[in-house]
């Protein structure tokens, strides 16, 4: 259990970092989650500054409004908490935190959807760091981000566009905190590696 929560963890936080953003759209869909270790599969909510994640045994909630990031375990009616990361922006958005430079890469059809491509630089603690970013041409939402290297992507799937319920976005009642923090991203390799090789979470 302890590895499950720790890997629970180190994933939503990278899922956080890709899609935390204030988008035009309240939306929900898949997210697939390609890495060199293997596929993960997530539901996320979105609406306006707050997010909801929802994967195996656990769900990550971003509060942008409140500062703040949750990651509950429904089973044992728990939660962590964490301050939120502004570099977390960094994700899917029409600009990215830390952009310093975007090119037209033409258009292309992600998963049935006529999206804008884009070869964004950005710079992150003096780093650095270009990726791909597929822009839906209708409705704005950023469908797709990849490295350029082609060692990861997040993409988008089914994607339902309307409001979505505010109790998505709340801690349940009932939910104890936990006085334990969620791990750093230097974790995430790791977690997916070891998850990879048994644990049950890539595809």
Same mark, same amino acid.
């Given at each position: 259990m302890r590895f499950a929560l720790r890997f629970a963890a180190a994933l939503a936080l990278f899922v956080i970092v890709t899609t935390t953003a204030c988008y035009a759209e309240d939306f929900s869909a898949d997210m697939v989650t390609y890495a060199e270790q293997g596929s993960f599969r997530a539901k996320i909510f979105l609406s %306006? $500054?707050?997010?909801?994640?929802?994967?195996?045994?656990?769900?990550?909630? *971003?509060?942008?409004?409140?500062?703040? !990031?949750?990651?509950?375990?429904?089973?044992? =009616?728990m939660y962590m908490e964490q301050p939120f990361d502004p570099r977390s922006t960094m994700g899917m958005r029409d600009k990215i935190s830390g952009e310093v430079e975007r090119k037209s890469e033409g258009s292309e059809m992600v998963d049935g959807r006529m999206a804008n491509k884009y070869l964004v630089?950005?710079? !992150?603690? %003096? =780093?650095? $760091? *270009?990726?791909?970013?597929?822009?839906?041409?209708?409705? *704005?939402?950023? !469908? =797709?981000t990849a490295a350029v290297d082609g060692s990861w992507s997040s993409e988008f799937k089914d994607i339902k566009v309307g409001r979505q319920d505010p109790s998505l976005f709340e801690i349940p009642e009932g939910y104890k905190k936990m006085a334990m923090g969620m791990p750093d991203m230097q974790d995430f390799s790791k977690a997916m590696s070891e998850a990879a090789q048994g644990e049950g979470y890539g595809e």
């Amino acid at each position: 259990m302890r590895f499950a929560l720790r890997f629970a963890a180190a994933l939503a936080l990278f899922v956080i970092v890709t899609t935390t953003a204030c988008y035009a759209e309240d939306f929900s869909a898949d997210m697939v989650t390609y890495a060199e270790q293997g596929s993960f599969r997530a539901k996320i909510f979105l609406s %306006g $500054e707050k997010s909801r994640i929802e994967m195996p045994g656990a769900v990550t909630i *971003s509060r942008m409004d409140k500062k703040a !990031v949750w990651m509950l375990m429904p089973d044992q =009616k728990m939660y962590m908490e964490q301050p939120f990361d502004p570099r977390s922006t960094m994700g899917m958005r029409d600009k990215i935190s830390g952009e310093v430079e975007r090119k037209s890469e033409g258009s292309e059809m992600v998963d049935g959807r006529m999206a804008n491509k884009y070869l964004v630089t950005v710079v !992150v603690d %003096g =780093k650095t $760091e *270009s990726v791909y970013q597929w822009i839906d041409e209708f409705v *704005s939402i950023p !469908v =797709k981000t990849a490295a350029v290297d082609g060692s990861w992507s997040s993409e988008f799937k089914d994607i339902k566009v309307g409001r979505q319920d505010p109790s998505l976005f709340e801690i349940p009642e009932g939910y104890k905190k936990m006085a334990m923090g969620m791990p750093d991203m230097q974790d995430f390799s790791k977690a997916m590696s070891e998850a990879a090789q048994g644990e049950g979470y890539g595809e």
